[in-house]
């Protein structure tokens, strides 16, 4: 039993028409119009496989295939269609695709299971728009109240909650996890690790434990022509040697550590002013939750020195703060044996990125079928993977899901 | 024969009140609707005082009193109302409305000039907002032609001739200079230089050379959580390296230079993306353009060696470079002894700040009158001078403009 590749491709080429710019990838920002438009094209897909569609009220939207016997905890499996600023056209939408084809799959061949099988596609996992991401899973995982995640601001001053209703993807379902027997996600590696082990399906261990932080400068505008230069209190200056010290981190606490600013606001922003102050964004990811704890106090010292060096002032607000997420051990080795079973090589890993099965592995047994990207390159348009590795992970997912889901014809 | 010091404060005052919010200063960028409402008041208080008024097909507004040989080349005072974002209350307006109460006070006193008196405000000084800024004058003065100007955009993609004709100041005639016998221009100093010196009328030498420049750097961008750091492209962490040269070629290269990275924009600017590229802008000032210009190519060398390193591109883009622009010797030492016949101590300088001045020395005989500022605080809200040195410089102007203009009554 196989899935139908050619279908899901054709699936993935439709769903990632959304948002799609030549030459810019794919933008499907959390409750954008093209995020609705995606949705609606899976929940038209859902609806036609016969599945009962329920969009809960955070924007989760769940498609269940029934089971023998319905009241058992169900096989859940997805992952997301929202997409970074210029994304790739993988990085979610496969895991989605992948869980439908599934089902589409299980209908070809008149399967059923024991097991309700559930398709999910979790609201918000980029927090490109709405920080910190993963929001739909937080809540239904009971990690994060409904208002929670209401309040969140984009840029703009825009709600999550308005938002949300704006696109009509606020249900009246509250989002309260059901007991699951099992949560699967298929989802494209975003690093090289996979790629250079030369294997075909990642196995993670588990999630890295991550620090999104936000650091704020305050130093005090001059005129650029005017302001002799011992007397200024740049604040990019300072900001620059504190983004140098995030980069060096790895290199003093470990290779398996990586740190990353890639957002940063200068006020005023004006050519002919020195900045007043500065926000930038700290990413630290380690799987050792030790060094990663040591690798964030000496970077607030270090900014705390750089900034009385400027004259200037530095404050640091984490914004989300989680130590490593180990997955479930049986479920994992099931999905590495499942992989071994049809042939293809396999790679024990810990995940860098982040994924909603970093939420789910909380409440219930989680593993996730990474497959490799080419060349490192994720959250970019040129996102790539071999198709052979896509339609792989899609098979090692029918078939750990009809060993969870107790196939039963 | 003194100005009226009260009149000269509630005109500005008014002014002020064009673009202010409390707390974040006034912001009147060129060609806003806030330097449209600014520019009318003016125009309503030359045309109350019988000036013929002229707007040119750049923008430039004068205010032309007729001398008793009106063929004569006039005596031009003024400078600009436009502000930076969040700008202060004397940078700019301040000598337009010293220029505008100079006339107030001939008219009070029914003196005559034989020479014409021409009042300026020349268009989109500052350069917030169309960069390099000095644009009105530079056309006047024949350095650069309307269609420069016309196709200059803003961050917004809006163009210049666009929005000077949405604004109603795209006048008929055409933005060429005519003989002029001076150039005279108050305004308050933008730096430390004179406050320090305890002196209360600045007379600079000229203006120092300037370049202002972009520098672009090229990397890739990456998912944050999954590209190991050596095999990373990271244009913010090259771009860092780079604006912290930037703030060290003074150090190195003499204390009169000064230089500033005031404005960069990193992309796609996404927390958990290593940055694609980052454009900074580079600001670099000095009286010795040998040094200024060894300055500039050391940076680049900088540049890129910091851009190998971190496998990334570099270029630099120069907008503006001007060597240093002497003012008239002899209309200098005229402002020089009429401050000192008002009683006024004086201190030879040269400006750090550019200015229409350093368009007009080019020429015509060109002079400036500064006032000392506060604490240095420029281009912020809380910009300060003293009111008596604000008197002062507008009675040094009333004088010069007295002796250039030959009075005769």
Redesign the interface.
């Known amino acids: 039993l196989r899935i139908n590749g050619a279908r899901l491709r054709s699936a993935l080429d439709t769903v990632n028409q959304v948002g799609f710019v030549p030459g810019h990838g794919r933008t499907r920002l959390a409750l954008s119009d093209a995020d609705r438009d995606a949705r609606n094209l899976l929940v038209g897909w859902l609806k036609d496989l016969g599945l009962e569609v329920v969009v809960d009220d955070v924007g989760n939207i769940f498609g269940k295939r029934r089971g023998h016997d319905d009241r058992l905890p169900p096989v859940l499996v997805g992952s997301h269609i929202d997409t970074?600023?210029?994304g790739g056209q993988y990085d979610g939408v496969l895991g989605v695709m992948a869980a439908l084809e599934v089902i589409r799959s299980l209908e070809d061949h008149g399967i059923e299971t024991d097991r309700p099988i559930w398709v999910v596609n979790w609201c918000e996992e980029?927090?490109?728009r709405f920080?910190p991401?993963l929001v739909g899973s937080a809540v239904w995982s009971g990690l994060r109240t409904p208002d929670w995640a209401y309040g969140l601001t984009d840029s703009a001053g825009l709600r999550f909650g308005d938002e949300l209703g704006r696109i009509g993807y606020r249900g009246e379902t509250p989002a309260a996890a059901c007991p699951v027997h099992a949560y699967l996600e298929v989802h494209v590696?975003?690093?090289?690790?996979l790629e250079q082990s030369g294997k075909t399906i990642g196995v993670p261990k588990g999630i890295?434990g991550?620090r999104?932080a936000t650091m704020h400068v305050e130093g005090?505008?001059?005129?650029?022509?005017?302001?002799?230069?011992v007397?200024r209190h740049?604040a990019?200056?300072a900001?620059?040697?504190m983004?140098?010290q995030v980069?060096a981190l790895?290199?003093r606490f470990g290779?398996d550590m990586?740190?990353?600013?890639?957002?940063?606001h200068?006020r005023?922003?004006?050519?002919?002013?020195?900045?007043?102050s500065v926000d930038f964004?700290v990413?630290i990811?380690c799987w050792d939750d030790d060094l990663a704890l040591r690798a964030w106090e000496e970077l607030n010292e270090f900014c705390e020195a750089a900034a009385r060096r400027r004259i200037c002032q530095v404050s640091g607000e984490t914004l989300l703060f989680t130590g490593r997420l180990p997955f479930d051990q049986s479920l994992t080795s099931m999905v590495e044996a499942t992989a071994r079973e049809l042939g293809h090589t396999t790679h024990p890993m810990a995940?860098?990125?982040?994924h909603d099965a970093a939420n789910l592995c909380q409440i219930a047994p989680t593993a996730m079928i990474l497959v490799p990207?080419i060349g490192?390159?994720?959250?970019?348009p040129e996102e790539e993977t071999s198709w052979y590795d896509c339609e792989a992970g899609a098979n090692v997912l029918l078939q750990c899901v009809l060993k969870s889901g107790a196939a039963v014809s």
């Open positions: 970074v600023k210029r980029e927090g490109t920080p991401g590696d975003q690093g090289v690790v890295v991550l999104f005090r505008a001059d005129h650029a022509g005017g302001m002799q230069m007397q740049d990019l200056c900001a620059a040697e983004i140098l980069n790895p290199n290779a990586v740190t990353t600013v890639g957002e940063m200068v005023p922003n004006s050519r002919f002013t020195v900045p007043a964004a990413d990811r995940s860098g990125a982040s990207l490192g390159r994720s959250h970019v």
